[in-house]
């Protein structure tokens, strides 16, 4: 393992991999953003698993958009072994000088090693194998303590490398993380408009709320959506609701519409009143575009969070085992909603006794919610 920096002259090719979930991938455009104001010469590819590929598209700042199908056992062992190859013999094309691995699945060791690219940067992975830590030149270490943003984690694989050293005594001033980046593109926002137009609301005049997740022990209770919902309303708000497609999301959004005394809108067109159900009726170019035109995000620990500070609008989050400081919204006013009553989370659990169920998110009260959504729209 190297530790000197690399020359930032010989670098005209990166490849920055990430296989995780949609809010992890989409924490990572602030590196595209930076390699590429730091060495505006070099091409910077990305790899990550096709359905979170949406976060990354129409970024200024990538070249080509890479991508593995992870649900392919219906097209048979020859179909996969030759989407693999197909993968792995167009990276070898791009001639990487630079590997960027921003997480710690396996995959990315020994297709960094397949890349041939000279240079190579992981993070450090207490445990893992002599393959792992001799497919990269240069590991950099998991900070220790005081938790550190999932944002400044990934960036830390420039430093790690000393290309931010290089930029800051280059330019003589202190490096400034990007902001998240999210395109929605031009589709998206003609479809949200006219979404929007039918249902007759005005952008930055409704309030977004995100409840669901697919891990449910970040969600908060369905009767305390209906309450906050009631007092938006009570203060002239419109509130759209949302979540990804799959049941159990858009389920729960149909309980939370279903237990309040106000009527949903669930057939394009109708008279609804003052909340609309959008849940599991846009992609996530669309929820991006809808997101923007909000004056507020109110949701949980989750992709939509992140795609509200990418777009710029405030948020109001609800957090319980995760932490916030290593999760939060980044760069956009917002509100953090926990209850420190429970001096245990942060935990990492998946719930109380990992039984799914996180006490310290369904304490937090309606009013609480309230206040700090109250605090943001005042500003």
């Known amino acids: ?4 920096p690399i020359p930032l002259a010989a670098l005209h090719r990166a490849l920055v991999i990430k296989l995780r979930h949609h809010g992890d991938v989409l924490l990572t455009t602030p590196v ?72 710690e699945h396996p995959r990315g060791a020994w297709m960094t090693r397949l890349t041939g690219a000279r240079w190579a940067v992981a993070p450090q992975v207490p445990g893992r194998s002599f393959f792992w830590r ?8 998991e900070p220790r303590g005081r938790p550190r943003h999932t944002v400044e984690r ?40 006219t979404l929007l137009a039918g249902r007759g609301l005005e952008a930055k005049r409704f309030i977004l709320m995100h409840p669901a997740s697919r891990w449910t022990f970040k969600c908060w209770t369905s009767a305390g959506w209906v309450d906050l919902i009631q007092r938006c309303v009570d203060a002239g708000w419109q509130v759209v609701l949302v979540s990804g497609p799959a049941v159990e999301e858009t389920a729960m959004v149909a309980a939370i519409t279903t237990l309040s005394a106000l009527t949903p809108l669930s057939v394009p067109g109708a008279d609804s009143g ?10 996530l170019k669309e929820l991006a575009a809808l997101t923007a035109r909000a004056r507020l995000l109110v949701g949980v620990d989750s992709a939509p969070m992140h795609i509200a500070a990418a777009v710029g609008t405030p948020v109001v989050a609800l957090f319980g085992p995760s932490s916030e400081r290593e999760w939060g919204p980044w760069q956009v006013p917002h509100r953090i909603v926990s209850n420190e009553a429970f001096p245990c989370r942060p935990c990492g659990i998946d719930g109380c006794g990992g039984g799914k169920n996180a006490e310290c998110v369904s304490s937090i009260e309606a009013g609480k919610v309230f206040a700090a959504a109250q605090d943001l729209l005042a500003e």
Not at 134 to 141: G, I, K, P, R, V
Not at 157 to 182: D, M, S
């Open 32 to 103: 595209f953003s930076a390699l590429k104001a730091i060495v505006p010469q070099i091409e910077i590819d990305a790899l990550v698993y096709a359905e979170t590929a949406e976060m990354l598209s129409l970024h200024p700042a990538i070249s080509e958009l890479h991508k593995i199908e992870r649900h392919t056992k219906h097209k048979g062992f020859m179909a996969q072994c030759s989407a693999e190859l197909a993968l792995l013999r167009r990276l070898r094309e791009r001639r990487y000088d630079l590997v960027l691995h921003l997480c």
């Open 274 to 283: 003052p909340v609309h159900n959008l849940a599991g009726q846009l992609s």
């Open 134 to 141: 001799e497919s990269f030149t240069h590991l950099y270490a």
């Open 154 to 193: 990934n960036l830390d694989a420039l430093r790690r490398v000393g290309i931010v050293t290089a930029w800051e005594e280059r330019e003589n001033k202190l490096f400034r993380p990007p902001p998240l980046a999210l395109v929605p593109g031009a589709e998206a926002q003609e479809r949200v408009d």
């Open 1 to 4: 393992m190297l530790k000197d």
